[in-house]
């Protein structure tokens, strides 16, 4: 059980372009998703809290006009990059907190999904 | 500040010998800690986890963690290394608002 998957788990795109990340709980519902950036090599950096139904949470210094979020169902949180450029090459990793509660507690585990690895040349 | 530290950027241990993955961290109240595995590429899956009940927690593949609030640490022991257990290792914490907040990671490198 508590799957997550994230679609595609590998995409190349041109300067410019705009590329939509998915990510999926499989066997459970979520209300609330994470997204997260991990450069190589290094730790992974929380960019925003997704929210089923309502606005994400972006954290300090990340774009939310770049980097929107969309969590239209319990099952399903979007991430798209636009207007992507090469800077924004990473691993974007997506995990889910398992649940229907709105208030995240701190004993919550959350579950990963197996990461997208962006490109953009 | 709350943070959490991993000791040891990369770890080499040889297949069949103790593994020990050392993390302090520091918190302001008793935190929830987790020990996550990432292998090349791939996402991360959880291997134990510690929320205030027993101070010794049991994880899958073998590994184990103690909780030493004397010490503020969290080191992950395996008594015996398996190839498979090469991966980067997380030292994860929630802050008071439920968000987690990582180590910087340790590269475990099994030799055979």
């Known amino acids: 059980g508590a799957v997550v998957s994230q679609h595609p788990s590998r995409v190349i795109c041109k300067s410019g372009t705009s590329v939509k990340i998915e990510c999926r709980s499989l066997d459970f519902q979520a209300t609330t998703m994470f997204w997260y950036r991990q450069f190589p090599k290094k730790s992974l950096m929380l960019m925003a809290t997704?929210?089923?139904?309502?606005?994400?949470?972006?954290e300090q210094g990340v774009e939310k006009d770049k980097f929107l979020i969309n969590h239209a169902s319990l099952t399903l949180s979007t991430l798209t990059v636009t207007s992507a450029h090469p800077e924004d090459s990473s691993f974007y990793i997506c995990s889910a907190r398992e649940g229907l509660a709105r208030y995240i507690s701190s004993t919550d585990t959350q579950y990963f999904g197996p990461g997208t690895r962006l490109t953009v040349l | 500040a709350q943070s959490v530290t991993q000791l040891d950027s990369h770890v080499s241990v040889s297949e069949g010998t103790p593994v020990l993955l050392r993390c302090n961290y520091s918190?302001?109240?008793?935190?929830?800690l987790f020990w996550y595995v990432q292998h090349p590429n791939k996402g991360l899956q959880l291997l134990l986890k510690y929320t205030s009940a027993a101070t010794l927690v049991k994880g899958i593949n073998g590994f184990e963690a103690e909780f030493k609030k004397s010490e503020t640490s969290f080191h992950l022991t395996k008594p015996s290394a398996h190839m498979s257990d090469a991966a980067e290792y997380f030292c994860?914490?929630?802050?008071?608002?439920?968000?987690?907040?990582f180590g910087a990671g340790t590269q475990v490198v099994v030799t055979p």
């Open positions: 918190s302001s109240y008793s935190p929830s």
């Open positions: 997704s929210n089923e139904g309502s606005k994400a949470t972006y």
């Open positions: 994860v914490r929630t802050d008071s608002w439920g968000k987690l907040q």
